[in-house]
Structure formats: C-alpha cells, structure tokens
C-alpha cells in the first residue's frame, strides 16, 4: 500500500550566509551626525555643536603650523643661549698627565678626569671644563639644539590640539544640557497628552 505522501523535495542549503549588515562604526555615526542637513530631528544645538567643531577643526589645522613655528622659535633661542653661555664658561683643556691640567686662567689643576678607553699614561687628553678649572660637561651640540627645537615642536601642537579638544568637550557639555532641558521641556507638553491617547 502506497503512501499518500509523495516524494519530498529536499533542499540542500551549504553554509548559512551572513546577513550582510551595514556596520556603522563610531567615527561613522559621529561623522554622520555632524553633517549639515534638513533633518526635522536636529534641533538649532545640534547645528551648533556641528559649527563649532568644525571652526575648531579649521581653527587647529590653520593655527598649528604657526604654534609648530613659534613653538619651535623660542625652544631654540632658549637652546642656542644655553649652548652660548655653556660655551662661553666651559674651556678645553690640556692635561699633562692622567690627573693635572691648566685651567682658562692659568693655574695647574690636580683632580680625577674621565678618559677615553685605552688612552695610554703620558697621553695628551682634550676635557672642557669650568671657568674654576673643574671638569665640565662639553657644551650642547648643534644636533641637541635641533632636537629640542623640534620637540618643542610637536608639544605646541600637541598643546594646541588639547586645547581645542576641551573646548569642543566644554561646549557639547553645555550644549546637551541645553538639548536636555529642551526634551524636559518637550516631554511635559506632550506626555500627558501621550498618556491620555494609551
């Protein structure tokens, strides 16, 4: 006796696909949010905090190469006059021997030096040292000068950039407490008559 069933089709299904969702990511949604637009949501605060991050981002990128400059100007005349007075009181020096050398004003010195490796005894050694004669750290160097100029650099900037982004932070704060205030106030016409329609 047959069956009434008849023959089943089978679907074969390999792997189940993924949905292919948009994944929006933060930058997405905060770059979204910001643009111009008629949105009848957006009220006048959205549009200002959308203004005033962009004045702060035109603001930061046409200011930083300036701030970088003086920044950077008064790192290296800070340097440059260290460098000059070093070099104006430190004074190379001949030592005789291990542990004597003249000083600027003429007077035999007696003390420990720091010599290279393998310096032979009796060998001439070139040290700087102070206008009293005492051992010295060699002036800065040109390439020390540079480096702090630039590092002087990018703190400008980077103090710059700071700046700008507490300033953003300080208005958005007040701005959502003006957006909050506005849904209280929005909430309180609406929600009783809301309540009266459920």
């Given at each position: 006796?047959?069956?009434?069933?008849?023959?089943?089709?089978?679907?074969?299904?390999?792997?189940?696909?993924?949905?292919?969702?948009?994944?929006?990511?933060?930058?997405?949604?905060?770059?979204?949010?910001?643009?111009?637009?008629?949105?009848?949501?957006?009220?006048?605060?959205?549009?200002?905090?959308?203004?005033?991050?962009?004045?702060?981002?035109?603001?930061?990128?046409?200011?930083?190469?300036?701030i970088a400059q003086a920044s950077g100007t008064i790192a290296h005349a800070a340097a440059?006059?260290?460098?000059?007075?070093?070099?104006?009181?430190?004074?190379?020096?001949?030592?005789?021997?291990?542990?004597?050398?003249?000083?600027?004003?003429?007077?035999?010195?007696?003390?420990?030096?720091?010599?290279?490796?393998?310096?032979?005894?009796?060998?001439?050694?070139?040290?700087?040292?102070?206008?009293?004669?005492?051992?010295?750290?060699?002036?800065?160097?040109?390439?020390?000068?540079?480096?702090?100029?630039?590092?002087?650099?990018?703190?400008?900037?980077?103090a710059l950039a700071a700046t700008l982004i507490v300033v953003g932070l300080l208005v958005?704060?007040?701005?959502?407490?003006?957006?909050?205030?506005?849904?209280?106030?929005?909430?309180?016409?609406?929600?009783?008559?809301?309540?009266?329609?459920?």
């Amino acid at each position: 006796m047959k069956s009434g069933r008849g023959p089943r089709a089978v679907r074969r299904y390999g792997k189940p696909q993924r949905e292919r969702r948009h994944r929006v990511t933060r930058l997405g949604r905060f770059v979204c949010g910001r643009r111009p637009d008629w949105n009848p949501l957006r009220r006048a605060s959205d549009h200002c905090e959308t203004a005033v991050l962009a004045m702060l981002l035109i603001t930061f990128f046409a200011a930083a190469p300036f701030i970088a400059q003086a920044s950077g100007t008064i790192a290296h005349a800070a340097a440059h006059r260290v460098q000059l007075a070093e070099m104006a009181s430190a004074h190379r020096a001949q030592p005789e021997a291990l542990a004597r050398w003249t000083a600027p004003d003429g007077k035999k010195v007696t003390g420990e030096v720091p010599l290279p490796p393998a310096t032979v005894a009796g060998a001439t050694v070139t040290i700087w040292t102070s206008q009293d004669g005492q051992p010295a750290d060699p002036p800065l160097q040109n390439s020390q000068v540079a480096g702090q100029t630039n590092i002087a650099e990018a703190f400008g900037v980077i103090a710059l950039a700071a700046t700008l982004i507490v300033v953003g932070l300080l208005v958005r704060r007040v701005l959502d407490r003006h957006r909050m205030a506005a849904w209280d106030r929005d909430w309180l016409a609406i929600g009783p008559r809301w309540n009266r329609q459920r």
